[in-house]
């Protein structure tokens, strides 16, 4: 692994050049409408390479090489395809949303417009929304610090602020286009990095039997891509948490917003597509790692890092220098864009709250930025595990898709029915998936997204009827 001298170093410089870059391209317009959507003048090649890498977070950095060690083929099948999906199931989503409100910032905005007389939907809504942007700082810090305390022993907590710092520092310069900007240098980095270091750990590991030696995971036992077991302990929950990710996240429906007119659905089938090249590719490390463990060359400590100590084992230091700047984009991109986001439903949904301060909009939005960076932090600090987060946030998601989408698309809903559907949901899955993710019960995580998901559909849809 690498020195804490040249691990900090490599933050630094990756940190130094993103600001820079971030600052010396951020635009002569200082309005609130630029800092919150670009002017609404994302384009179609800047808003799929920053919707790609904005979705390249912790779980597509890690969890797909973790899910391809432990659970081979099946695993990262589980993984990779909904992630692909979801942006596909948001074009409608967006379309329609952009249609409704062509002067929006956020998905919240959508319980307000639709539900004018009563706050209650919106609320319930925001809830959501904000935990879904705590849950993706969270898990990117965690992920972070993980990682540069295992390649150059620096202590966690001092990684988990470094992670946030940088983010948080180039957001605050100029919003939504200094998270663009640096999106597309960190998107073109991850993808070149990507394909020159993975063919070379595949070549040095002996070629293509190397993968498929490890194909059926550690243990030797997944080799069928419809594995039940995996298919009912990470398959079901991991699907419902990633279909409903867009609409509770800020940051596809923020891109949304301020996509150029005729771009919108453009972003996101593209962005769908690139992002889907990532978690594939990365995944080999991990049936790379699952050959090594079984022959007896390496010795995987902890299954979260299985990617960088596979490159560890077969590449010179610089090529574990080049996997930690790919982390570090691909971390960071999330970061930045969840900042954003905050700053969106701050500066937007709760500006005229009476906890919050008297100023203007960008002010009000860099507020909101810097108080969830140290909520997150805090959080991050405690060491909940990258799974663990994953599946938690993915419940919390579930509680708010179905509300939104009859909300979109049905006229029969009422601002009661939303309300307690998003409540309800809300209130049975977030604390059971905590409770099931700690003790590690699979039956009771595969429950909560399931109930998040059930429980406010049909809550929604037999409120609304009934009146």
Not at 11 to 32: D, E, H, M, Q
Not at 206 to 213: D, L, P, R
Not at 258 to 266: I, N, R, T, V
Request: aromatic fraction near 12%; glycine fraction near 10%; charged fraction near 10%.
């Amino acid at each position: 692994m690498l020195t804490n001298t040249n691990g900090i170093l490599v933050f630094i410089l990756y940190s130094i050049a993103i600001v820079s870059i971030v600052y010396l391209f951020r635009g002569k317009n200082r309005a609130s409408d630029d800092f919150l959507v670009m002017s609404r003048k994302l384009g179609t090649f800047q808003g799929s390479l920053s919707m790609a890498v904005s979705w390249i977070w912790a779980p597509a950095i890690f969890i797909c090489s973790l899910q391809s060690y432990q659970q081979g083929l099946p695993g990262i099948f589980w993984f990779t395809l909904p992630n692909i999906i979801c942006f596909f199931v948001f074009i409608p989503i967006a379309l329609k949303m952009k249609k409704e409100m062509p002067s929006g910032y956020t998905i919240s905005q959508v319980f307000k417009y639709k539900f004018p007389n009563t706050k209650l939907p919106h609320k319930a809504s925001l809830v959501v929304t904000l935990g879904y942007q705590l849950g993706a700082i969270v898990i990117n810090c965690v992920a972070g610090a993980t990682l540069i305390s295992l390649l150059a022993g620096i202590p966690y907590s001092y990684g988990v602020v470094m992670m946030a710092t940088v983010s948080l520092v180039y957001s605050l310069i100029s919003g939504l286009r200094a998270s663009v900007i640096s999106d597309m240098i960190q998107m073109i980095m991850i993808l070149g990095i990507g394909f020159f270091l993975i063919p070379w750990v595949v070549i040095e590991a002996g070629g293509f039997e190397a993968i498929t030696n490890g194909i059926g995971g550690v243990t030797g036992q997944f080799n069928d891509l419809f594995d039940p077991v995996v298919a009912f302990s990470f398959g079901i929950a991991t699907t419902i948490g990633l279909i409903s990710g867009p609409v509770a996240d800020q940051m596809f429906s923020q891109r949304a917003h301020a996509a150029k007119k005729g771009s919108l659905k453009k972003i996101f089938i593209y962005g769908g597509l690139l992002f889907g090249i990532v978690p594939i590719t990365l995944s080999l490390l991990g049936f790379v790692g699952a050959s090594e463990v079984m022959n007896g060359n390496i010795e995987v400590t902890d299954p979260q890092m299985v990617g960088p100590i596979v490159i560890d084992h077969f590449l010179p230091k610089w090529g574990l220098i080049l996997f930690a700047l790919m982390a570090f984009s691909g971390l960071t991109s999330t970061l930045d864009s969840a900042f954003c986001a905050v700053g969106s439903l701050i500066s937007v949904d709760l500006k005229e709250n009476a906890l919050l301060p008297k100023c203007d909009t960008i002010t009000l939005a860099r507020i909101g930025m810097v108080f969830f960076a140290v909520v997150g932090v805090s959080i991050a600090l405690l060491q909940p595990k990258l799974l663990w987060v994953f599946l938690i946030y993915g419940a919390l998601a579930a509680s708010i898709f179905l509300p939104t989408f009859l909300t979109l698309f049905w006229r029969r809903t009422t601002a009661k029915a939303i309300s307690l559907g998003i409540i309800i949901g809300f209130l049975v899955a977030t604390p059971l998936s905590i409770y099931a993710n700690v003790i590690g019960n699979t039956n009771l995580i595969v429950l909560s997204a399931i109930l998040g998901l059930t429980l406010s559909g049909l809550i929604v849809s037999i409120v609304s009827v009934k009146n």
